[in-house]
């Protein structure tokens, strides 16, 4: 079989074999007499120059001449008043001028890691060379090397840390820009503060207090060289995670301090012999005052385009909401652990608080948990998905139901058993009592659920999706598309409880709703804005005389309704109550989520409690958001009202406005309430009479 192969191979190759050997004449031809060598060439010249052209443009582009400045200066954050709030964290330590810093530190750094630095203008073409072999070597990857301390300052800087030719010849132009607007010094100084020593420290001034608790002009040879050892890997190299290698690193820089003829063999030898001393007296400077609400900032500066690393190390101005005095007053109530009753396996109950300017939408404080906060962690206050209960009711229905004509007063049937929509829904009151009809003002104040649900199969399950959308909560889930999700709450794909906070400004703002937001604006380390946003995002969620039919319908909440236990004391609030339920059974009757939302002219505040997840051991006993949520709720506004302006709002609750209208119907009322009193006081006399009764005539006469 391969005899025959062979020969049938043989004789393709005899018959092909003339004509590749025209082919390739043909093409050599071709290629003479169309110059396409030239041609090649001439491309290739044209691709470089385009390249060398975009590099070019692309270092001028940059901000250069603005890096020190960004180094120096930290990202602040001021309040609405535009006074400072404090800093974010950033990649940066305690800045110090290279006069600050050991000379030893500056001959151990150049001896190690650009020996040419004070002749070269930038760039080292012996390092290109070798970085350049390593690149054929490692087939396209660029493995290390060959940057001087220029291009590793343009590195850490502007690019990111991929290894690419393409990012080496970035970092390169990058260099020649930084040589042409700053000294030698200023580049090794803005060198040293910028980089990394491991342990969450950044800057050498403050790895010097890091690891042996003096400043970077006291260090010593054998610590300048440790620190210089340590820019190769904090990570390994520092002595606190691992001595010996530290030490090893150590003396190799003594030995390169040697080849550099910075220091002689003899005090290398001495210098290795020593141990090294560690103290550590670093404090980090806490500028990140308001974690949560920092934390929202930079998620929201993000949205703007910047990224984390952008935003936290490029000195910029951060204007913001903030009102420091609404913010201090919330951290100190959530301090008191008395309003929470934790899981008995210590899992804490968890809350979050938002409080939002009702004219604007702006975020004035904020709380996203409890326990101990982790940077840009879990912000239950913007971040999560709960499902909100009753608090939507107001939105979804009661909200569409005066527009399209209900009133105050209005009738509502609450019947046990009712049924509603094509799947034959049903509900049941949290009380399990029902009245058989009540008006609209005492559904609403009682949250009571089968009106609820009979108002909305009225006026039609699109009217409410369509209101909670001008309110800014969007339904998309098809699940969400029901009764149940939209009268009470229930959604698979729930809500934020800035999302509630957002959505009722448009009942504290006269039918505008604002959406909520943290930052103003941002102005860059030069001056410039950079971003506006001091103009609120606004819509009209419905007409002023809804809106105050509304609010007059929610003061009731708290006067007699569902609410009044929390409400605070002295003072005229509007808003809802809500919870969710569980689903297991449970001796308590508990919940799972709690809400209460509360308003004024003001300001809106949105509470919710609750485990971030729950079971039969991690759930609210309590049955209501009165019990709950509610003396939490009450303990922040009455430390947070005295300090609002305290607009009084242009409406009465919504029982009193009937009341007035229908002064005769009120008097009826009030005697039928002073009839049932009397008969109820005459049955407990009965009822008590016979207890006695009975008990002396057991006496009397035995059992």
Known sequence: MEEKLKIYLTKFWKWISPYLIQLKNHFI???????????????????????????????????????????????TVYDRNEEEAGTLYSQRGSYVSIKEMSPELINAVIATEDTRFYKHKGFDIIGIGRAAVQYVLKGGQISGGGSTITQQLAKNSFLTLDQTLIRKLKELFLSIEIEKEYTKDEILEMYFNKSYFGNGVWGVEDAAHKYFGKSAAELNLAESATLVGMLKGPSNYNPIDDMEKAIGRRNIVLDLMVNNETITRDTAVA?????????????????????????????????????????????????????????????????????????????????????????????????????????????????????????????????????????????????????????????????????????????????LNVPAVWLLNEIGLNAGIKSLSKFGIKVTNEEDKNLSAIALGGMDKGVSPLDIASAYTGLANGGIRSKGYFITKIVDSTGAVVVDNEKPKQNRATSPEVAEKMTSLLIGVFTNGTGERNKPAGYTIAGKTGSTQLTFENEYNGTKDQWTVGYTPDIVLTTWMGFDHTDEEHHMTTSSAALGVGPLFKAQMEQLLPQTPLTAFETKSAETLVAEENPQEDWKEDIKESVDNLKEKINDGVSTLKEKTSGWLNGVFGN
């Open 271 to 447: 210098v290795q012999q020593e141990n090294l001393t560690l103290v550590d007296n670093y404090q980090e400077s806490n500028g990140y005052k308001y974690p949560y609400y920092f934390d929202a900032v930079i998620s929201e500066a993000i949205k703007h385009g910047f990224t984390e690393e952008e935003i936290l190390g490029g000195g910029y101005k951060i204007y913001t909401s903030l009102d420091q005095t609404y913010q201090q007053e919330m951290d100190q109530v959530y301090e008191k652990d008395g309003y929470f009753e934790d899981a008995s396996d210590g899992t804490l109950l968890q809350s979050a608080s938002i409080m939002l300017d009702s004219k604007t939408g702006g975020v004035l404080a904020v709380i996203g948990g409890r326990g101990e906060h982790s940077f840009r962690g879990y912000n239950r206050a913007t971040q999560s998905t709960l499902q909100p209960g009753s608090v939507l009711k107001p939105l979804s229905i009661y909200t569409p139901a005066l527009e399209k004509n209900y009133d105050l007063d209005s009738i509502l049937p609450d019947e046990e058993g009712l049924k509603f929509g094509e799947d034959n829904y049903s509900v049941s009151n949290a009380t399990n009592q029902y009245l058989g009809e009540v008006p609209l003002y005492k559904a609403v104040a009682d949250s």
């Open 29 to 75: 031809r071709i290629w003479r007499k169309f110059h396409i060598g030239k041609i090649l060439i001439l491309l290739g010249l044209i691709i470089s120059l385009f390249a060398t052209i975009s590099l070019y443009i692309y270092a001028k582009v940059e901000d250069v001449e603005d890096l020190k400045a960004g180094i120096e200066q930290v990202t």
